[in-house]
């Protein structure tokens, strides 16, 4: 159980739930708020046995939650909808309703304030916690896996990054407590990516291993093999933008491809390959950003996307994410701004997050 925080507040169940349950049975509105006003009262003030952090019947809730909903309660206009409010509440506290792709408890919905439903993702700071670090050039933001491992895996399941980098996925896996594999070709990066996720702390005991291959061709089942392992249920790609940046000389490496079609090609390599590790109905990510050459936008994300949907996949959504200026950018936001009035283009400040579902 995890333990009361000061944002938090530790109730006991059975005494919560034959408070809520009398409260039910009242026959007028304004006995049920003077119901609702005493039991908020008793919350204020951590009275016991309500508020009982050492109770074995203890349910954890957000404080600011409980709240919520106790005023909702008392904002009713009609006795019915306070009793709606009321048994929905009682709901969340007596049962768990979660799915198959995930550990959210969609009877305690309100909760999950930290997990986007939008498709506009607008994220000012990236995460610079614990081994996270922005010094390696094509990692993207630790927000980004976390809400994909938050959304699409449970516990203890096992989430693939076929471009691992400096293992940004795998650290945010090893924190959420889900096991993790990275492929990256380039044996000084995964190296170091291995040096960050060790200096995470592993609370959960769960795996993690980077591997240095070549994402198109690498034996994922013998990999999966080593950890017991026959399949995962999450795959996040975050590929090389085609030739945005180069990332190392090695003809294997997407950002060398010869040519757009060249890269598609690889990338349907890559999906290709991983495809048959993935579960059926579980969840392939793919982070990519467009480009511009010889004067002409490149709609790389969508041409990639294309390569997905071709391997059968279902598309579930497609996500924008605000991109901030990059290190070579920042200082040059006068000229980029001159440049794009005197070129009649528009500056990139967009990335996407193509989310499929294998059927």
Same mark, same amino acid.
């Given at each position: ?19 809520? !349950? ?19 009262? $008793? ?10 952090? @050492? ?12 709240? +919520? ?10 006795? @019915?909808?306070? *009793?709606?409010?009321? @048994? *929905? ?9 979660? !799915? ?70 795998? &650290? ?15 044996? $000084?990066?995964? @190296? ?7 200096? +995470? ?19 994922? =089942?013998?990999?999966?093999?080593? =950890? ?16 945005? &940046?180069? /990332? ?14 060249? /890269?598609?090609? $690889?990338?349907? *390599?890559? &999906? ?21 050459? =010889?004067? +002409? ?9 294309? +390569? ?39 500056? /990139?400040?967009?990335?996407? &997050?193509?989310? /499929?579902?294998?059927?």
């Amino acid at each position: 159980m995890d333990k009361e925080s000061p944002e938090s507040i530790q109730l006991n169940k059975s005494v919560l739930l034959d408070a809520l !349950n009398g409260l039910r049975a009242t026959t007028s509105r304004a006995a049920l708020q003077r119901g609702i006003h005493e039991l908020r009262g $008793q919350i204020a003030a951590r009275t016991r046995p309500l508020v009982a952090p @050492e109770s074995a019947e203890a349910v954890v809730f957000p404080r600011a939650y409980v709240l +919520e909903e106790l005023d909702q309660i008392l904002a009713a206009q009609t006795l @019915e909808r306070a *009793r709606y409010y009321l @048994e *929905r509440f009682m709901k969340s506290i007596a049962e768990v309703r979660t !799915n198959p792709i995930n550990d959210l408890n969609l009877n305690r919905w309100k909760e999950y304030e930290d997990i986007y439903t939008d498709s506009l993702w607008i994220i000012e700071r990236r995460d610079s916690s614990g081994a996270h670090t922005a010094d390696y050039w094509g990692n993207f933001i630790p927000q980004i896996p976390y809400q994909m491992l938050r959304r699409y895996t449970k516990k203890g399941e096992w989430v693939l990054d076929p471009f691992a980098g400096s293992g940004t996925t795998l &650290i945010e896996a090893q924190r959420l407590g889900r096991n993790s594999i990275g492929i990256e070709l380039q044996p $000084q990066v995964a @190296e170091w990516a291995r040096r960050l996720i060790a200096s +995470e702390p592993n609370r959960h005991r769960v795996a993690s291993e980077v591997v240095v291959g070549d994402s198109t061709c690498i034996d994922y =089942h013998a990999i999966l093999q080593r =950890h017991g392992q026959r399949s995962v249920q999450l795959v996040i790609m975050h590929p090389p933008y085609f030739d945005i &940046i180069t /990332f190392s000389a090695d003809p294997r490496d997407l950002s060398n491809a010869a040519s757009v079609e060249s /890269f598609l090609a $690889q990338m349907g *390599r890559a &999906i290709d390959n991983v495809a048959p590790v993935l579960d059926a109905g579980r969840y392939l990510a793919l982070v990519i950003g467009d480009k511009y050459a =010889h004067g +002409e936008w490149i709609p790389l994300g969508f041409l990639t996307m294309n +390569e997905v949907l071709k391997r059968g996949f279902a598309l579930k959504s497609i996500i924008v994410k605000n991109f901030e200026a990059t290190t070579g950018k920042r200082s040059q936001k006068e000229l980029w701004r001159y440049r794009a009035l005197a070129g009649g283009f528009y500056i /990139f400040k967009h990335e996407y &997050i193509f989310v /499929f579902r294998k059927r």
